[in-house]
């Protein structure tokens, strides 16, 4: 066969590592611009990190999962407790660095002393950990650990992780 002159060669490699450069460089570009427009509050202060989850998707996977324990649990129907529990949760939503979704607080009747947050600011208290609170404080201080892992967006991180994708979310 016919051989390309040195010349030809040498400027065919040119372009091809000219070519695999611009690539590199476009693709480079674009995960960094991903990474910035994914970029949301997940912390204290404004901490950032990479969310592949938007604000309204977050909130329909908490729906989900939310009637899914309504289906699964009791709850309290009592008025006068699950507005006491919502005030306090919603006073502690207004501090938060997270007050613009809506957040949804409920009272389960079971004997576990414990409180639980969903995707999307559905908040869950316990009747077994009602009953070891003596005051509004301590109420304060569980509700306000659960909305900061609302805030901190630890379920959507959870999710992101078990898909496979924790390089993108650290």
Not at 86 to 111: C, H, M, T, W
Not at 113 to 118: G, I, Q
Request: aromatic share 6%; charged share 20%; with cysteine.
């Amino acid at each position: 066969g016919r051989r390309k002159p040195a010349g030809r060669q040498n400027r065919a490699r040119e372009q091809t590592v000219k070519a695999k450069g611009f690539l590199l460089k476009t693709l480079c570009v674009g995960l960094v611009a991903a990474a910035a427009l994914g970029c949301a509050t997940t912390g204290p202060g404004g901490k950032k990190s990479v969310i592949l989850f938007g604000d309204g998707e977050e909130r329909s996977l908490g729906s989900k999962m939310a009637a899914q324990i309504k289906a699964e649990n009791k709850f309290v129907t009592d008025p006068i407790v699950t507005q006491y529990v919502n005030r306090v949760g919603q006073r502690i939503v207004r501090l938060s660095d997270r007050p613009g979704i809506p957040y949804e607080f409920a009272v389960i009747e079971s004997k576990d002393v414990n409180a639980f947050a969903l995707p999307g600011g559905y908040i869950y208290v316990y009747t077994g950990l009602l009953k070891h609170l003596d005051t509004e404080a301590q109420l304060a201080g569980v509700l306000g650990h659960e909305v900061s892992h609302v805030v901190a967006r630890h379920g959507v991180k959870q999710l992101q992780e078990g898909m496979g994708l924790e390089v993108l979310s650290q």
